[in-house]
């Protein structure tokens, strides 16, 4: 079966970039790259997807690695409202079915 | 435009019992996943419908089961409850289903409802 791998949790200081590593080594063709974040006491949100290209939005941005086994999620400027667990996700066209990661907590200092 | 809202929020049952959760989508989606979340096994799918049909089924038993109206609004039941049941359950609306092309498409939570099982 398909899977995700992420870091467990993650450390960034407030107003520095972050980079949220997702390694998806089984994903196939057709298979999108979503990321999802989830704030406490929320549902998750989604936050950005791709499917080959690198993509931005006013949130994030979605670095996918050529052989698209990995991707990273990119946050610019973090800020203590980012403070969150991150899921890094693929939606399977072949079988229908969605693999959740175990999400990275990202926690912010300020 | 509203979005997903699930109830209840909160939820008390006693083991055995069995319990109906709501959920309604964002107007005009008509597609409904469920997920269950726990501290130990995190976000885990349990089933989508489009049209009042179930297109996709998790890996969980028979005592999890769901439906789907006509206006998309869906509920799922779980019956004789057990404790391992304790848990988030989440649910997402979209336009379109994964199968007809929707793997690109965002998924909208709700907050999801909160069930206890003692």
């Known amino acids: 079966d398909a899977k995700t791998t992420q870091p467990n949790s993650m450390e960034s200081n407030e107003e520095e970039p972050v980079h949220l590593p997702c390694n998806h080594s089984?994903?196939?063709?057709?298979?999108?790259i979503h990321w999802y974040r989830q704030l406490p006491s929320q549902g998750p949100e989604y936050v950005i997807h791709?499917?080959?290209s690198n993509v931005n939005n006013r949130m994030a941005s979605l670095a996918i690695a050529e052989d698209r086994k990995s991707s990273t999620l990119i946050l610019h400027r973090a800020t203590l409202r980012d403070a969150a667990v991150y899921y890094c996700i693929l939606r399977i066209n072949r079988d229908d079915k969605i693999i959740f990661g175990k999400g990275t907590r990202l926690h912010i200092l300020p | 435009k509203a979005g997903v809202t699930q109830t209840p929020r909160y939820l008390i049952k006693t083991r055995g019992q069995q319990v109906t959760l709501s959920c309604s989508p964002i107007?005009?989606?008509?597609?409904v996943s469920w997920y269950q979340q726990t501290p130990g096994q995190g976000l885990q799918f349990l089933f989508e419908?489009?049209?009042?049909?179930?297109?996709n089924k998790g890996n969980f038993p028979g005592r999890f089961s769901g439906r789907q109206f006509s206006n998309s609004r869906s509920e799922m039941n779980v019956s004789t409850l057990e404790l391992g049941d304790s848990a988030l359950y989440l649910c997402?609306?979209?336009?379109?289903?994964?199968?007809?092309?929707?793997?690109?498409?965002?998924?909208?939570f709700g907050p999801g409802t909160r069930l206890l099982v003692l």
């Open positions: 791709g499917l080959t």
């Open positions: 107007s005009g989606h008509r597609s």
């Open positions: 419908y489009f049209s009042e049909t179930q297109r």
């Open positions: 997402a609306s979209s336009f379109t289903p994964r199968a007809s092309g929707g793997a690109g498409e965002t998924q909208y």
């Open positions: 089984t994903i196939s063709g057709t298979d999108y």
